[in-house]
């Protein structure tokens, strides 16, 4: 049925050439794999940051690289409590830690395992059901997976969430992909359904033994799922081996990437749509595990990759066929049973056939990534748009988002904090930041160099705050922890260094420094900034889209500007103007308190308004009427007319105010007006 005809290999080589201008070549997978490996990094150093003793972990499409723009791929986020012990031999037990023995007999589903609890005193099973969350069956205590919801409860990582399989799923503004947060137990041995496979080599000599001997050691995850339909649904908990499957991800080639790629397009584009919940990418995924171990790796060619995709589809279909898709690791477990129904199969066995049979016209039907009609065109020889700028642009914005917000959560524990305790809490964070980095790896060590330099602002704004509040003078101590973050984009370390000029009345210096921003703000390159509330953003410029192609994490102090963040504790740093900024909460809005409401005693602006309101108001005391109008006109214009303003209501509050002191009392109301309409609560035009 599947059979490769002569036209193969130069439609092969077309297709290739598509896929790798809609990003799917080895440069994009790799960025997308080193911006994924920084944030989980990030993640896992603010954890620690909070005293806290968990590792996370990105896996899926966003963090293999193996996604394009339109796939708007799920992240899977996975975060591992590493003070739980699972072992599978009482002589693992480890005392002042919690212990759970893994427990596999004939009545537990294949890749899944029991949790028997042991006391905290001896390596001995505990028998005592302490709440809610256990269960005795047959003398034994064991733990219930629905315990990790109790836990994502209290987390309260996002305020909206729905259960999906073993991770809570969370929507993110349009246009973003939505994000699974997964939490799990770690076990450092593989359970015995799993120790078969790391034996095992395909005929390929692929997975190579240097390979599952890594994957031997990195052991495995149990996540809080049970088989479906299984009698102890409740108690199961699935082996999860995402680090070995991630390691088999990075050991392959480009073209068994563009493959699995093809692979999720053709599922999305003819199967999803009329059979959404019946074949994941995962089973994908797995399919073609099994043919690159089953085969030889010289088939894995460019000029080959639609014989490798119909020998993908037609063992797919045969997975299909039987209702039987065996995980790759663990081949007892079988991905698709209860998935397909009897009523369905036969017309998603048609749709997969329809796909290959015909030359693979069915291709050009693809919408997705403009895909069919991209290589109805490359087969013409004709010029096509390549989107590989986009789509790194969507990577370093991406990774420049995950920073501000691991910051802002790291800020937020600090909310309430007097000037004093945010002082000796930033500190520590900072040293922290300079210990872990100096025991940890390239990877590691830049993701902290990510992060330190931001509370370094942020410690040096709250002692220029209670230096002014005591000497109206900014100390030394604060000028040099200001300097250490001045550089971690083009403006918002620089801005607070001059918002603090500006509260001492040092006029000089804040001209100085606001001259220096403006003319390293190229608004052809320079993109905002801004996670503190959702808004639908416009496709980054050009300029930002070049730059983010030509280099990695390292480009983001040079064309992003994040927005200003002041916290109570910093209020001597700010003007009066945006001071009210910190008290936007009125009676009436009460009743609509938001769940994540840090940022109601916050004063939040975006970098470009931001400069040009401190200009006018610097020029303002030196009565240069030029260069005020000069400012008051730019700051018009980018309230308006800038597309990616997180905090256009606060851009507009400001104008209003400044309209107000140049007697413009009708400009200014307009400006409240406009304001409240784009933010109805919470808001300070009121």
């Not at 190579?208 to 495995?220: K, L, P």
Request: net charge neutral.
């Amino acid at each position: 049925m599947f059979q490769a005809p002569e036209y193969i290999e130069s439609v092969s080589v077309k297709l290739s050439e598509v896929l790798s201008d809609i990003g799917v070549d080895e440069k994009m997978v790799l960025k997308r794999r080193r911006a994924a490996l920084l944030a989980e990094s990030m993640d896992t150093r603010a954890t620690q940051l909070h005293d806290g003793d968990a590792t996370t972990y990105i896996f899926g499409s966003q963090s293999e690289g193996t996604t394009t723009p339109q796939l708007n791929s799920d992240s899977d986020q996975l975060s591992c409590f590493n003070n739980i012990n699972v072992i599978q031999d009482s002589s693992d037990w480890k005392p002042g830690v919690i212990n759970y023995l893994i427990i596999q007999d004939d009545t537990v589903s294949p890749g899944y395992c029991l949790l028997q609890r042991l006391r905290d005193d001896t390596p001995f099973p505990s028998h005592t059901v302490p709440n809610k969350h256990f269960s005795e069956r047959k003398g034994k205590v064991l733990l219930k997976n629905t315990i990790i919801s109790a836990v994502a409860v209290a987390a309260a990582v996002h305020e909206e969430g729905r259960r999906h399989g073993p991770a809570q799923t969370f929507t993110e503004q349009p246009g973003n992909a939505d994000e699974d947060y997964v939490y799990a137990f770690p076990c450092k041995s593989w359970p015995l359904q799993g120790r078969k496979w790391l034996d095992w080599q395909g005929v390929g000599q692929w997975p190579s033994a240097d390979m599952r001997r890594y994957c031997g050691s990195t052991g495995c995850f149990l996540v809080p799922v049970g088989s479906k339909g299984s009698e102890h649904e409740e108690l199961e908990w699935r082996i999860s081996a995402s680090l070995a499957e991630r390691c088999l991800m990075f050991s392959l080639n480009i073209t068994q990437i563009r493959c699995y790629v093809l692979m999720k397009i053709i599922l999305k584009t003819f199967i999803k749509p009329y059979f959404e919940d019946t074949i994941s990418s995962f089973m994908c995924k797995t399919v073609m595990f099994h043919c690159i171990a089953n085969t030889l790796s010289n088939i894995w060619k460019e000029n080959n990759i639609l014989g490798c995709l119909s020998l993908c589809l037609f063992v797919l279909h045969t997975c299909i066929f039987n209702e039987n898709c065996p995980h790759f690791i663990i081949p007892e477990n079988n991905l698709m049973k209860g998935n397909i129904t009897h009523t369905d199969k036969p017309y998603i066995l048609q749709k997969l056939c329809d796909v290959v049979t015909g030359r693979f016209i069915a291709l050009l039907r693809i919408k997705s990534d403009c895909l069919g009609f991209r290589l109805q065109l490359k087969m013409s020889n004709l010029i096509l748009f390549i989107t590989s700028d986009i789509v790194s642009a969507h990577i370093l914005s991406s990774l420049a988002l995950y920073i501000d917000n691991i910051t802002k959560s790291c800020l937020t524990s600090i909310n309430n904090s007097s000037n004093e305790e945010a002082v000796q809490t930033l500190l520590k964070y900072i040293f922290k930041l300079a210990d872990i980095s100096n025991q940890c790896e390239e990877v590691d060590r830049t993701a902290c160099c990510l992060l330190a330099p931001r509370f370094c602002t942020s410690l040096g704004t709250a002692l220029a705050s209670r230096s002014i509040h005591l000497d109206n003078a900014v100390s030394a101590e604060a000028l040099t922890w200001i300097s250490l973050g001045l550089n971690t984009d083009v403006s918002s370390g620089k801005l607070k260094l001059a918002s603090i000029y500006y509260c001492t009345g040092d006029t000089r210096r804040t001209e100085m420094t606001l001259r220096n921003i403006e003319r390293h703000y190229d608004r052809n390159t320079v993109e905002p900034i801004c996670r503190c509330h959702d808004y639908i953003k416009l496709p980054p410029r050009i300029g930002f889209c070049a730059i983010s192609n030509d280099q990695n994490e390292e480009a983001i102090q040079h064309i992003t500007a994040f927005c200003v963040k002041f916290l109570p504790y910093e209020i001597k740093c700010v003007p009066h103007e945006l001071q009210y900024e910190m008290f936007k909460s009125t009676k009436a809005d009460l009743a609509f308190r938001p769940p994540r409401d840090y940022w109601i005693k916050w004063a939040m602006v975006d970098s470009l308004p931001y400069l040009y309101f401190l200009q006018y108001k610097t020029y303002r005391r030196l009565r240069r009427e030029d260069d005020k109008k000069r400012a008051l006109s730019n700051l018009l214009k980018t309230t308006d007319q800038e597309p990616n303003l997180g905090h256009r209501e606060t851009a507009l509050n400001l104008l209003g105010q400044c309209m107000e002191q140049e007697d413009r009392a009708t400009d200014a109301l307009c400006c409240y007006l406009i304001s409240l309409n784009l933010r109805e609560r919470y808001n300070v035009a009121i």
